[in-house]
């Protein structure tokens, strides 16, 4: 048996990996920041919760279900609202509004489809529920647990082979460079977007699938992680996949083994400022590293910190190359 | 003993509508013309508006009972909020036949929420003056939740989810009676809530006005006609959460209890930002309109949902989160600059550039159109 907060770790930080990395697709393409993000979340987790109840189908069949789902609401939140507004040229802060607007609405369909749930299934706890049991265990921890992180991986790799292997990536990666040159080129710009659009709903919907298997679920239940998310996308600069998994995996870690040495120091009153971490992560990235994590140079800061040792490796390195090229 | 009314129409009393309509609408202008001052005149984005609130609300409701009870002498077992039960009907009993100490009390509890406003305020301009609107949005909206978490787990300031009571400064006023209260409440906030919209008015047409629209416009520009932006950017900020926060206060005062529950991203962010685009951002008149057709459907709809949620399966305030966002997204594609869009600022009295534009006038068109006034 793995110690709780291992297990915590890996899960927690995974999942947030998974959603910022969602995140980071729609800032990508839109560069408006998606605050009905979490609200895709929220509707993995009610697939999860639903199908699991009614026809207790284990959250792992249901997450391709819910990446559907989440894709649909994703794509149509694009369509139906952002790019028209967009169109109409509106300003920055009038699409961030929009998206909170569409994030309460997303709310209260989820209210009411828990109100459904109530009446139709008797289901008391449709508004706020426990975590969905798991449905296998390996060595004795929870399958969520090893799903979380190959999950994670699988998509990481997905999308790195995606944007770098096939001409759809390479299509999607000139329209986030450079819309107005990659329309020259013949590429469907809009196309793409839905596409990015498409893949960030579905990534939300099938990591809130996942979540309510280890943690407790609800109507704001995706809202209420955006600070994470957010923290997470920051962290890793916005603009960069990759950096956006990073930044999902240090905030989630981050925020359950700092919690965990709090509680063990200081007590358990320390508990209710766990939000305090990625808030704080985020504050100071936006501070110190605006473009995040990805854009340090560790070159540099390694050839500063230990100038001698660098120097020795460098003239290592062009001895090697004149080796290799064959001049001694 | 005085009484209010009661006008029956539609089976709808019209004097506690008219009531509960302007006490709501009197929150709603002082609040939503806060956030014209910073997101409208100083383009600063502010998503997390509920925290400026909240935190007044918490701070004047937890303050002004302990001085209360400081005051009274109340034992309160050094637990305050543990003990609330016991110590706030001491209180309000103490303060029905003190009036000086019932309004010291509200003043004071006012005063404590606009220090902690201006002082949150000062904490956020920090990011606030250095961020692009969507780093900061997220940042204040994240900012938002995090506090929402405090207030709601931490339970020496106003008792966690649970909340508190706060005493009743409204009690002297004819004893008990609750409709003369709610009269006496409705003045208060009106008062207040007028001296704000002339303040703002006051400040958006004075060289402070025209310059925040400049730094809005183009802090380059600004900047180099030596306006310090970054000074009168924390002046907005600080400002603007100070005036919230005592407007969370009078709220309070009002409730009679604070909570963290009722401090919601939904009511305090979001509804206020729909009355901005509604009403038009950067013109307080607009604001001051949209406000009022705000509350009006708002309250409407409220009337509405108390008729018909027997016959409707699913509880009626998610219909209600649904409508105000589809108003919203709606405003933003038909009329994005709201009711009454920004207006350029007369920078002279309307009767003197009256007076100018007449001496400017050619003579020989004045001539002429003497003549024609003649004949009518």
Redesign the interface.
Known sequence: MVEAFVTDTIVYASLFGLMALGLTLTYLTT???N?AYGSFVTIGMYTAFALYRIQKISPYASAPIAFALGAVASVSMYLG?LR??SK?G?S???L???T???D??F???F??YS??LT?RYAFIDSKQFYPIPDSFTLFGTAGIVYVAPISLGIVTLAVFLLLTQSKLGVAMRASVENPSLARVVGINVERVYVFAWLLAGGFAAMSGSYYVLWLPGGITGGS?L??EI??AS?LGGLASIYGSVLGGLIIGASEVLVTKVALDQLGSWV???Q??I??II??VT??VL?KGITSIDWHRIFVKAYPSFASQLRRLYHSMAKLTRGES | MAMVPIIQLFGIDVVRFSIDLLTLYSLFLVVSLTLNLEAGYAGIPNFGKVMFVAAGAAAAGSASGQLAAFVLMINTHGNYTGYIYQVIPQIDAALTHNPGLSIGILLFGVLVAAVVGAVLGFAASYPAIRLREDYLGMLLLAAAQFFQIILSGYEPIIGGTQGIEVPNVFGWFFGDEIGVRDVVVLLVLGAFALLVFVYCEKVVRSPLGRTLRAIRDSELASRSLGKNDVAIRRKVIVVASAISGMAGALLTFYLGSVGAETWTRVTWTFWIWVILILGGAANNAGVALGAFSFTLLLKAVDQVKFNFQPFIPVDVNWLEYIMFAALLIGILVVRPDGILPEKPTLTLPRSMLGHIMESNVNPVDDEKSQPAKQTI
């Open positions: 560069k408006v920041p605050f609202v028209i507004l109409r509106s920055l802060v009038a961030m509004i929009a909170l607007a569409v309460i609405a709310v209260g369909i209210g009411i109100d459904y009446s209420n955006i600070v957010f923290a920051v508990g209710i400022y939000k305090g990625p808030l985020m504050v936006l501070l605006p």
